[in-house]
């Protein structure tokens, strides 16, 4: 089946540094999101991005991130300079279709673990 | 603004039945999914309600009632294995956005 796949899993970086977040959606789909995942709380919503450009964004996705798909199979998060509080499981995720309905459901990757230290 | 309201976290023996219930606010509904996430992995999509009613997969099946806000994840004949968080989500008009409840933890005892 295919998936969704995200590196690195682990990212250890310094508060202040720009980190990039690598995301391959699944090849057919259209839609990618951006998650994120404080331990042990809810997974929030950040971003969505269709046909080159975001569609929906948080109050959290603020100038600090972007996104970016920079060729045909690659989705990307960036974080300008990162602050202790970015710390946090980020999920990127894909849909074939807008929403997830029952025949276009998210699928998540495994997470990116991002530590600011 | 957006709100869903879920159980911190429910417990229940092994070949029982259990309820997560989910109430939402929301300014623009689209519909209501599930998804269940074990620890340390990534959320896996469960079921969608997009119209009143019940819908069904295996032994799992998720209520919605769009005039009162609510819904509810059953699971049936419970697993060790189904130990794990449920998350509601709702999907905003457009469906370009899903917001997540806080999440239930389901604890499956022997």
């Known amino acids: 089946e295919p998936e969704v796949t995200q590196t690195p899993s682990h990212q250890v970086t310094q508060m202040g540094q720009e980190v990039i977040l690598h995301c391959v959606p699944i090849s057919n789909h259209l839609y990618f999101y951006w998650y994120r995942q404080i331990l042990g709380q809810k997974v929030e919503f950040l971003v969505s991005f269709y046909n080159n450009e975001i569609s929906e964004k948080s109050e959290i996705f603020d100038d600090q991130f972007s996104v970016e798909r920079p060729d045909g199979s690659n989705f990307t998060l960036k974080i300008r300079s990162t602050k202790l509080e970015d710390s946090a499981m980020y999920f990127c995720?894909?849909?074939?279709?807008?929403?997830?309905?029952?025949?276009?459901?998210?699928?998540f990757g495994n997470g990116t673990r991002l530590t600011v230290t | 603004g957006q709100s869903l309201e879920q159980p911190s976290e429910v417990t229940a023996v092994e070949g029982a039945i259990v309820q997560i219930n989910c109430t939402y606010q929301?300014?623009?509904?689209?519909?209501l999914s599930w998804y269940q996430q074990h620890d340390g992995g990534a959320p896996t999509f469960l079921s969608y309600n997009g119209l009143d009613g019940l819908e069904e997969t295996g032994r799992f099946s998720s209520f919605l009632s769009r005039s009162d806000s609510y819904g509810y994840l059953l699971l049936q004949e419970l697993q060790m294995k189904d130990s794990a968080s449920y998350f509601c989500?709702?999907?905003?008009?457009?469906?370009?956005?899903?917001?997540f409840g806080a999440g239930t933890r389901l604890f499956v005892k022997a």
């Open positions: 929301t300014s623009g509904f689209y519909g």
């Open positions: 995720a894909s849909s074939e279709a807008a929403g997830s309905s029952y025949n276009s459901p998210l699928h």
């Open positions: 989500a709702v999907i905003n008009t457009g469906g370009f956005k899903t917001i």
